[in-house]
């Protein structure tokens, strides 16, 4: 059973920064790819980044692409999302899903595995 579980939301100030963690359990993610979605109110869900278990390659969305930077920590079977010099509208609930191909995609319906999410608010 995958089990990929939030954490590091909180609220912030313009300009701050936070770190997501999303730790995922239930088996070996060599051959999987990580991501992070977004949902604000009154929005659709939306894709933030993707990074691959087996390389350090990643992709962004151009909205915060220069901002945001995700990372990982195999021993832990974790993986971040630093999100720097936020803004108002990255205010949303954050999701860490998975997938089992060896590809990056930003398509959220490729994604098998879903986090609970974390709430990020940032403050103008």
């Known amino acids: 059973q995958v089990q990929l579980v939030e954490s590091g939301g909180g609220l912030v100030q313009a300009g701050g920064s936070l770190r997501l963690s999303c730790a995922a359990s239930g088996r070996t993610f060599s051959n999987y790819v990580m991501g992070w979605f977004r949902r604000a109110p009154g929005k659709e869900r939306e894709f933030v980044g993707a990074?691959?278990?087996?390389?350090?390659?990643?992709s962004y969305a151009d909205s915060v692409k220069g901002r945001f930077t995700m990372s990982r920590d195999n021993a832990a079977n974790t993986v971040y999302l630093q999100m720097n010099n936020l803004k108002p509208e990255d205010t949303a609930v954050y999701y860490c899903a998975a997938a089992n191909i060896g590809f990056l995609t930003s398509r959220s319906s490729v994604y098998n595995y879903w986090g609970q999410g974390t709430q990020v608010t940032v403050s103008s």
């Open positions: 990074t691959r278990w087996n390389d350090r390659s990643t």
